[in-house]
């Protein structure tokens, strides 16, 4: 079964937690991160790497594409690739490499529309808004050496921007583009960590939001009025007259 | 007394190579003809060794220009070159005389002391013997490959760059094999220094030691350090020497754990029975 499936049509992964909303920065980091492990996953055919939920190195690996050549009937096995949300604090894989981490840098509400109005019910004065939230994402491909880093972030990229149009249908986003990937830089946290060398991968996530604002005060208002009508001005019989005769008076 | 090959002098020069210089003593004034020597390299003092230029007879000096090697183009096999501020090389000289008898000297290109320096050098290197043997332990040094034939299955020919850091042919050096034969040292490993930073691509562990080791394998950045002992394996950032005129005694390495599901834990290195060879 596919792990890569909506809860709803909503930008949230199936099985995320309630508290995680639609479109926020845990959805969409989990959205992408299961796009990305769907590329590495499963009949990888021409790749080196794999990605599996067991970090291990398989004792066999050869790390080779399974379109080169091995010892004859054995297919080569790729390398464990980890790919994982950003600041996760406690990873099973420490310091795996080669490594895809999924982030979201900033969200910022895009107005539109004028005053952002989506429409209006003038019975009970609902007013409806629309929004887009455009949020930047970072995907950081973290590799030992600068050729794998660079190889990776070109594979992520393009199978980010193929699949562009299946995801927005699916978790039903309004856009995602501006797709960049950056220069390939040395990387290297901590002085008692080896080289690396990371390239990121930037693009904007574009999602609808929608809220509404509906006035109480009128609303309780009304009510009194009616109360201090049907009760010739005491509002307790007015509510009781209405409740026995269901709003008609004697 | 048996016969004795003798490097005498390696003068470098850079940017080209080394010189060397050798003498036989031990011979058998009896024995004439010709005495063939082969003149051989490595990165590390055990080798495997390859020969340089072609065998020399009666020859007692030779001038390694680390030429490319015959057959070969740049972009399958890189030349040895001493372009490294702290390039190690080791030379082997390997003789064969009229009768058969074969005798052999390895050396690295460290320069002479005078004989009065030289007694201070050997104080010092049998005083750090002599600790090591209470605090060291044995220490497998891989010297990480720098020149050779190029990895045919990761690396780009073109830009010359590995592809994959996990390759199980080159170990992510970019060099088939990956790594000289491993040397057994007897070395101090200090304290850990065991940290975990929460960074952007989440936690991340780390172990940076200082090693002092001896100095007969010079240690260059890269090259990997295993302890039989507790199996785990560090890599070289920064080396440094204590000298006595520029000879070196003994080295400090600042050394950084290597993370477990790296493919360097599949460099071969017998654990089981560890022999101090140096």
Known sequence: MSTVTPDGPRAKILGQ??????GSDLALCGVFMEIVRARFRG???GLPWIWTDDPRPDPDETNQASSESGAPGT?????RLTVETDLLDDPEARSGRPAVFVGVE???????????RYGVRREDRFEAYTALVINSMKIDVVATKRGESSVLANIVWRHLMATKNIVRATF???EIGDFKKGKTQPYRRDPNHQDAYTTPILFNVAIEERWFTRPNAPLIQ???VRFNAAGNGDPLQGAVTLALYNGQTK | MALTLVITRVTPLYPEGFFLQWTLQGLDPRVGGVYQFVLERSGGPVGPWEAVGQPLPDTYSALDRMEQPVGTAYRDTRRANVFGLNRAIYYRVRVTTPTGETAEAVTD??????????????KGLYNFAKAMRVNGVPIAVCKRRRWGTRCPVCVDKVVREPLRGACTTCYGTGFTDGFFTPVWVRGQRGAPGNTSLNTPEGRQDSNGVIVRLPHSVMIEQGDVLVFSRDGKRFMCDRQGETQISTTTIHQLAN?????RDNVIYRVRVDTTSPVPMI
């Open chain 1, 17 to 22: 937690n309630e508290l995680v909303e639609p």
């Open chain 1, 43 to 45: 009949q990888n055919v």
């Open chain 1, 75 to 79: 297919p080569p096995k790729p390398r």
């Open chain 1, 106 to 116: 900033e969200s910022v509400y895009n107005k539109f529309v004028i005053g952002d």
């Open chain 1, 172 to 174: 039903s986003i309004h």
């Open chain 1, 222 to 224: 009304e009510i009194m």
């Open chain 2, 109 to 122: 290109t460290s320069p002479d002391l005078d004989p009065k320096m030289a007694q201070y050098w050997r």
């Open chain 2, 255 to 259: 050394v950084t754990e290597i993370p």
